[in-house]
């Protein structure tokens, strides 16, 4: 992009002040704010006049789910099915992995961080361990595609290759970085980082295909024949990945997505719940979730919500194609963003000063067109590490590691 086609296009969206600094910068400086101004969709930022209106939730209705007691009577069958799909190459895993280990007191990617004992063992190396169970049953490698973020990409490439990829083998390991969106005051204007470069943060957790897409993987999934993505979150060291009877259970159900769900420890569990919203598949965040909501029953007597999602999804690839050509409600999220004062001078706010715009796998769900909730046993498949310590902590996760027969 030219300064001139940069101007043009940052005057259409009345944000110019993107180039307040630009004489001062050296060459590749210019050039690199020039490509981020070229990359940068500004479409989004006029939906900062009136965040309110960007999503509004539909009629809640209860989504029955696929309960342990009938997965179990069915596993054999279910299992050969998804074996089928994952030997004819027909499901790849996606990793979520765009995070830092901040709140663990880490400078590195999470997946980096060391959740070991009486030796290394990191969060990546579980995930890779918890996907070569279901490789070696197989018979065959499935794809895998790691989502980095701008912070995180270079020491997570460089961690996989150094470990050998936990021998797992590179030519089916498929690295790319997540898209990003401007952050802006509460006027849509998007504030600048640096003098060089604009304020910006990931696209979200519903981005993920859409950057995939970005990144030109999308020929070598067609050349590739791959027709469902597992989707799941670097965060929780006992997520099962192409878990073959989940992947079963979805294909036989005829359903364009799956979800891996828990039965909640209370009413008031911090977890999404699935749902139907105007009849379609969605799923209700703990703060929509009413007290009318907490408190229903269904037909058995039993909480009508009360299966919250573990980030751990199977997506079809033609409906994912669908929802691409679409559109994806927008999320504003407002935040405290460090950004250059009048002056140009880095300050770090103390309380939220503008909006981050973010698309969400809910509304994913949302557009398909069936989901099937599969719910897992808690303790065997959801260990999230968010914190040092406490619930959902290092330590907990620790815990639930060795209670399945983790050494660390």
């Known amino acids: 992009m030219t300064l001139e086609e940069a101007k043009a296009k940052l005057e259409k969206f009345g944000q110019m002040q993107v180039l307040k600094y630009y004489d001062e910068l050296d060459d590749a400086s210019k050039k690199s704010l020039l490509d981020q101004i070229d990359a940068t969709d500004m479409s989004i930022q006029a939906n900062a006049a009136h965040p309110e209106d960007l999503v509004k939730r539909g009629a809640i209705t209860p989504l029955e789910c696929m309960e342990i007691a009938e997965i179990e009577s069915r596993a054999s069958e279910f299992e050969k099915t998804g074996l089928d ?34 030796r290394n063992l990191y969060i990546f190396e579980c995930l890779i361990n918890n996907l070569k169970k279901v490789t070696d049953k197989a018979g065959a490698f499935i794809h895998l595609y790691i989502m980095t973020s701008e912070k995180n990409n270079d020491a997570t490439v460089r961690f ?42 990931p696209n979200g957790n519903g981005g993920w295909f859409v950057s995939l897409v970005n990144a030109g993987l999308l020929d070598g999934v067609h050349a590739n024949g791959i027709e469902w993505f597992n989707v799941f979150a670097v965060d929780n060291v006992l997520q099962q990945i192409a878990d073959p009877v ?26 999404g719940v699935i749902c139907l919203e105007d009849g379609r598949p969605s799923i209700v965040e703990y703060y929509d979730l009413t007290e009318d909501l907490m408190n229903a029953k269904n037909e058995k007597g039993d909480p009508a919500y009360n299966f919250g999602v573990i980030l751990n999804y199977l997506f079809a690839t033609e409906q994912l194609e669908r929802i691409l050509n679409g559109s994806l409600p927008l999320h504003i999220v407002e935040k405290k963003i460090p950004c250059l004062d009048e002056n140009g001078n880095l300050i770090k706010p103390e309380s939220p000063n503008g909006y981050k715009y973010e698309n969400l796998v809910l509304d994913m769900i949302h557009q398909c067109d ?6 897992v046993i808690r303790e065997k498949e959801f260990a999230p590490i968010k914190n040092k310590t406490g619930v959902d902590s290092v330590e907990s996760a620790q815990a639930l590691l060795e209670k399945n027969g983790v050494i660390l």
């Not at 799909?85 to 027909?90: R, V």
């Not at 069936?370 to 719910?375: A, K, N, T, V």
């Open 85 to 118: 799909a994952i030997k004819s190459g027909k499901v790849a895993a996606l990793l979520l992995a765009g995070g830092m280990g901040t709140r663990l007191g880490s400078d590195d990617p999470k997946g980096m961080y060391n959740v070991g004992k009486t």
């Open 160 to 201: 996989f290759k150094e470990k050998n990829y936990f021998g797992y083998p590179g030519e089916y390991v498929h690295f790319f970085m997540q898209s990003m969106a401007a952050a802006t005051d509460y006027e849509g204007k998007i504030y600048l980082e640096e003098k060089g470069r604009m304020a910006t943060s």
């Open 246 to 271: 989940f992947v079963g259970a979805t294909i036989s159900r005829k359903c364009t997505v799956g979800a891996k769900v828990v039965k909640k420890a209370a009413p008031d569990e911090k977890v």
């Open 370 to 375: 069936s989901c099937l909730p599969f719910e």
